[in-house]
């Protein structure tokens, strides 16, 4: 296959997933998570593509700076230098400046205190809340990310292994509509393996950052990454069964959430399913 069939392969298949789990609209104002990884710079060059077939439906990007000295730096950059040649509004949003610290203070905090959970834990929770704030902040009433097909698989398992199973209820290709303040969240990649996003940005030369985050990795999710690349290197395929079987179980999990009750977190005043979010609750922590 050449270059230029690969990408358009890319394309259809993203489009495909995109009709068929209902994730946009046409006239959608959908603000693409980009990080500056390979991912969700292919997410942004597919969907910059297709956005111009939909003249009345817009596409901003949302950046969020974690603060990690030396490393998330140059990925504000890539982010910023593609979002200018694509002609897309960048908008970015840092921790320092919604939460008060950095990532980088925020370990710091954690590691002095013992507490044992890892810089992951905060970071996801900081920034899910970093995006949502960002997308309210340009109207948006979608948010697309770049999750792959790798990611969304390991993330299942996770939360069989770690025994959370309600969340993959609550995970899937589209969140529901929850809360008004909750923006609606969409994963056009959800059905394209990481190698694919990653061949379609070198086949176009996107130029995106390569080298791991310091604090990569929570120990299990490589465990299962390594298990799942395992698997489909001697049994091609498996990835697809796997997210095809967890898209069949998710409808009879659906009653496991019961209904969530959100009121306006104590500190913050965003949506929380208790008396404080879950980004306030760990903010608390390193106090
Ligand atoms: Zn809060």
């Known amino acids: 296959m050449c270059r230029r069939c690969f990408a358009e392969s890319v394309e259809d298949k993203v489009r495909a997933t995109i009709v068929r789990h209902r994730m946009l609209e046409y006239n959608d104002h959908v603000a693409v998570a980009v990080s500056g990884g390979k991912d969700s710079l292919t997410l942004l060059e597919v969907l910059a593509k297709m956005e111009r077939n939909y003249p009345r439906a817009t596409l901003v990007a949302v950046t969020v700076d974690e603060g990690i000295r030396g490393y998330r730096d140059e990925a504000m950059e890539i982010a910023a230098a593609t979002c200018t040649r694509l002609g897309i509004q960048n908008h970015t949003v840092s921790f320092k400046q919604l939460y008060g610290y950095t990532l980088d203070e925020i370990v710091e905090r954690i590691r002095e205190r013992k507490n044992p959970l890892t810089p992951c834990a905060f970071c996801g929770?900081?920034?899910?809340?970093?995006?949502?704030?960002?997308?309210?902040?340009?109207?948006?009433?979608?948010?697309?990310?770049?999750?792959?097909?790798?990611?969304?698989?390991?993330?299942?398992?996770?939360?069989?292994?770690?025994?959370?199973?309600?969340?993959?209820?609550?995970?899937?290709?589209?969140?529901?509509?929850?809360?008004?303040?909750?923006?609606?969240?969409?994963?056009?990649?959800?059905?394209?393996?990481?190698?694919?996003?990653?061949?379609?940005?070198?086949?176009?030369?996107?130029?995106?950052?390569?080298?791991?985050?310091p604090y990569a990795g929570e120990a299990m999710r490589n465990d299962i990454r390594a298990l799942l690349n395992r698997m489909e290197e001697r049994?091609?395929?498996?990835?697809?069964?796997?997210?095809?079987?967890?898209?069949?179980?998710?409808?009879?999990?659906?009653?496991?959430?019961?209904k969530s009750e959100f009121q306006a977190c104590r500190e913050c005043g965003e949506p929380a399913a208790g008396e404080l979010c879950m980004a306030c609750q760990l903010l608390k922590q390193i106090q």
């Open 125 to 213: 929770v900081l920034r899910r809340k970093a995006l949502n704030v960002a997308a309210l902040e340009v109207n948006a009433n979608k948010i697309a990310t770049g999750h792959t097909l790798d990611d969304e698989v390991q993330t299942s398992l996770l939360n069989i292994f770690h025994g959370d199973v309600p969340k993959i209820a609550a995970e899937g290709p589209v969140t529901g509509k929850v809360h008004p303040r909750l923006v609606q969240k969409v994963k056009p990649l959800c059905e394209i393996p990481e190698r694919e996003s990653a061949l379609y940005a070198y086949v176009k030369d996107v130029a995106f950052q390569s080298t791991p985050c």
């Open 235 to 258: 049994h091609a395929g498996t990835k697809f069964t796997v997210s095809k079987s967890i898209a069949r179980l998710r409808p009879a999990l659906a009653g496991l959430n019961g």
